[in-house]
């Protein structure tokens, strides 16, 4: 089956039929990188909206993630967009940070949703009932838009950090562990926003 022929709302529909009436899909973007923040967002689109180009945010270029950006936070009923800061991953791991972003952005939307969608296998305690969808963001319109709005921010704010850290380049990968990333750490070191968790590896190779 071909992403064209999925059915973005099936799974949000099956839940209206159960009496869940305000539904938000929420997703991550930053898991992996070296440096900086992991960003989550929480997305609530009025029912069964159509946008033309709603995908997985991996799946998209820029371009078109930056237009989706537009659409999705002037059409959605709310959105929230939350984050945990390279400290907090330091301190409580990638994956208890990865849920604090995440409880961030359903706390930051201005309702209070009956059913939160949460991309992926792995649940937690996030305030509200919830439900967790394996490849979610390729199979439900609300975590697509959640997982675009929270790529692009984390992306817009990476930028940000390269005009304050030039040397490192991550305008360019964002702070994901490249060739290019690994020979700057090497010749400068680790800046402020350098996860030093996820540096082990780096320090034990020289």
């Not at 989706?68 to 959605?76: M, N, P, R």
């Not at 992926?120 to 709005?149: H, M």
């Not at 990333?181 to 030093?196: M, S």
Request: one cysteine or more; a neutral charge; aromatic letters at 8%.
């Amino acid at each position: 089956m071909t992403d064209s022929k999925i059915d973005l709302w099936a799974i949000e529909t099956a839940r209206y039929s159960d009496g869940i009436r305000m539904i938000c899909g929420v997703d991550e973007a930053g898991r992996g990188p070296l440096a900086g923040p992991v960003y989550a967002a929480a997305v609530i689109l009025p029912r069964g909206l159509h946008i033309d180009g709603l995908n997985d945010s991996k799946k998209l270029t820029e371009k078109k993630r930056e237009a989706l950006f537009d659409v999705i936070t002037s059409e959605a009923l709310a959105y929230g967009i939350g984050s945990a800061s390279e400290k907090e991953i330091d301190e409580i791991n990638i994956l208890q940070a990865t849920f604090l972003a995440m409880r961030r952005a359903i706390e930051a939307l201005p309702v209070r949703p009956d059913l939160a969608l949460i991309d992926g296998n792995r649940d937690s305690d996030f305030g509200v009932k919830s439900e967790t969808v394996i490849r979610g963001d390729s199979l439900s319109a609300n975590i697509a838009a959640a997982s675009i709005l929270a790529k692009v921010t984390r992306d817009r704010v990476m930028m940000q950090y390269a005009g304050q850290y030039p040397q490192y380049g991550f305008e360019v990968h964002k702070g994901y562990g490249t060739k290019r990333h690994y020979e700057a750490l090497r010749q400068f070191g680790p800046c402020p926003i350098h996860r030093q968790s996820f540096l082990k590896k780096f320090y034990e190779n020289g």
